[in-house]
């Protein structure tokens, strides 16, 4: 339904550690973790500043999850129901939606809109084409 995401109580209080705002207009509510030495990572945020330069207006938050364990930690915690394990992981406040892994552009602008559902891509492990 409209209803926000129940993220649990333990991400709710590290996202109010990290940003004790409320939510409303001109605060930070997409969050992206990434990491410098991951390409896909860098990858979606390029598509992110793409996005942002397209959508006046949306900004998302970068916060660097490899070198920094707070940022690991507050991903780790968001990510406990939905189970990305890593970055890029991106996550909109408002809607509870996440993006795991390199998603379509499209997915990305649905996702920043609060359209959409969450998107993951699973990388193929087997070898195979």
Request: contains cysteine; glycine residues 12%; aromatic residues 8%.
């Amino acid at each position: 339904g409209a209803a926000l995401v129940d993220v649990g109580e333990a991400a709710q209080a590290a996202l109010s550690a990290v940003f004790p705002s409320p939510l409303h207009e001109g605060k930070p509510h997409l969050l992206g973790f990434y990491a410098e030495q991951s390409m896909e990572a860098k990858r979606m945020r390029h598509l992110g500043d793409l996005l942002e330069r397209e959508l006046p207006g949306v900004k998302i938050v970068w916060l660097e999850a490899w070198e920094n364990p707070l940022n690991e930690k507050l991903r780790a915690t968001i990510d406990l129901r939905n189970q990305c394990g890593g970055v890029p992981y991106l996550f909109n406040r408002k809607t509870g939606k996440v993006l795991c892994g390199i998603v379509p552009y499209d997915k990305l602008r649905a996702w920043a809109q609060g359209l959409g559902g969450d998107a993951r891509i699973y990388r193929d492990m087997s070898g195979g084409s």
